[in-house]
């Protein structure tokens, strides 16, 4: 929802978003990777105001955070299996 809002150009939205999956997943919580994952994109955001900039920063962190994607493909090999740069696909100029 947080990088729908972002893609849209609502910036309010995308940050209420963020505080509420922070709220939701703190430190020691089931899911807190996730919200690792938002953090570094909303932080790359907030930096760069560039969405493709904040993508490469946060697949890159799914990269490094195996703990992001094994959730996502623990469910068979019939599956999908997700990577890395499936968590944020705007990543063009």
């Known amino acids: 929802i947080m990088l729908a809002h972002t893609w849209s ?4 939205s995308a940050q209420e978003a963020f505080d509420r999956l922070s709220a939701d997943f703190p430190a020691g ?6 919200q690792e994952l938002a953090q570094v994109f909303w932080s ?3 930096e ?3 969405l493709s900039q904040a ?3 946060a697949n890159a962190h799914a990269n490094n955070e195996t ?3 094994d959730g996502l493909n623990a469910f068979g090999y019939a599956n999908r299996q ?3 740069a499936d968590m944020c696909p705007f990543v063009g100029p």
């Open 55 to 57: 993508c490469l920063a």
């Open 44 to 46: 790359k955001y907030a």
């Open 67 to 69: 703990d992001v994607l």
């Open 82 to 84: 997700y990577v890395a």
């Open 48 to 50: 760069t105001n560039r």
């Open 9 to 12: 150009g609502d910036a309010a």
């Open 29 to 34: 919580a089931p899911g807190h990777e996730y």
